[in-house]
């Protein structure tokens, strides 16, 4: 009996030596690259909770914008250096599928939208508004509608500040849902009027500093600089407001493609798409979070989310700018 009892103690030992080498070796530890075109405010407050959850899991984020990421990755197709992109509308991602690989995600089937094949997940649903500097105009110059933005005032007034599609992917969803509405004729006599800036950034900075008395704005950070008492004020036109939903994506040949997966699983949870919300005041792609408070319902917005390839926006963008001397 008492040969049989060590032999049983000998064998629970080594079974959870086992285990606990295993539960070790499942233990993650490493780095990750992260291409993403979002600002501190957005990436700051998830990254912390991600690296509380993944303490020795150093998250490395590269700014810049849409365009530039992706003709990044594009040169470093054969040799990648990013393992996630996250960022940019999901036809951007649709438009160069070639340089993401296929994973279904732990909360795809929670989202609003799913990628069938898989490549691009949603993160938040955002809408582009007019965004006005109450110090350059009186609430009666406000447009209105979209449409309003042609009228040559507005060139007299300062301009209107456009994002270059060709750098912004928030100026390709602009652009192109614009001309959704209205066609290329009328994007034309909008960029007469516009001030085209190298990138969305330098778009949001030039109405808030009242370089231009107005121009479009993400309305997460519309809202927020809103409620800080900020000179601007965002205007949901009547007609027209341009829409994304965001997405990320795992990146082809990720060099560490299971750390990946985990950021990307992380991106889709819940605790995410409330920070999301509550913090960085953007709409979750999650069925199952509500809104930011102060925003208005999407089902009362005339909504025109992009149309075309980025290629085939980005073209005929550039071809206005040549016939506009620009």
């Known amino acids: 009996m008492k040969k049989i009892f060590l032999s049983l103690v000998l064998i629970c030992t080594v079974s959870l030596t086992g285990l606990f080498a295993a539960g070790q070796s499942e233990k993650l530890s490493g780095s990750i690259t992260v291409y993403s075109p979002h600002g501190a405010e957005i990436t700051g407050p998830i990254v912390s909770l991600y690296n509380k959850k993944y303490p020795d899991v150093k998250v490395e984020l590269i700014k810049a914008g849409t365009g530039e990421l992706l003709s990044r990755l594009r040169a470093e197709k054969n ?3 990013a393992d996630v992109m996250w960022g940019g509308s999901t036809i ?7 340089l993401f690989a296929p994973y279904k995600a732990a909360n795809d089937k929670d989202m609003i939208k799913q990628d069938p094949n898989n490549k691009w997940h949603p993160f938040s649903i955002l809408c582009q508004p007019v965004l006005v500097n109450t110090s350059r105009l009186k609430p009666a110059e406000y447009q209105k509608t979209i449409k309003e933005l042609t009228d040559p005032v507005w060139k007299k007034r300062g301009g209107i500040a456009l994002a270059d599609p060709n750098k912004s992917g928030t100026g390709f969803t602009i652009v192109s849902g614009i001309s959704n509405a209205y066609g290329w004729g009328f994007v034309k006599e ?5 001030k085209v800036t190298p990138g969305s950034d330098a778009m949001f900075k030039a109405v808030l500093d009242g370089e231009v008395p107005a121009g479009f704005i993400n ?3 519309g809202i927020k600089w809103e ?3 900020q000179p601007v004020k965002m ?3 009547s007609d027209v407001v341009t829409v994304q939903i965001d997405a990320y994506g795992l990146v082809k040949g990720a060099p560490h493609s299971k750390l990946g997966k985990t950021f990307i699983d992380f991106l889709g949870s819940k605790p995410v798409a409330e920070i999301a919300r509550n913090t960085i005041k953007r709409r979750s792609a999650r069925k199952d979070v509500s809104p930011p408070e102060g925003l208005p319902a999407l089902g009362d917005l005339k909504l025109y989310p992009e149309s075309e390839p980025r290629t085939v926006v980005t073209a005929k963008f550039n071809k206005i700018l040549k016939e506009l001397g620009r």
């Open 190 to 194: 909008l960029v007469k009027n516009s």
């Open 219 to 221: 309305e997460d950070l």
């Open 92 to 98: 951007l991602f649709e438009s160069a599928a070639d």
């Open 227 to 229: 409620q800080a008492g």
């Open 79 to 81: 040799n990648p250096a």
């Open 235 to 237: 205007i949901y036109a």
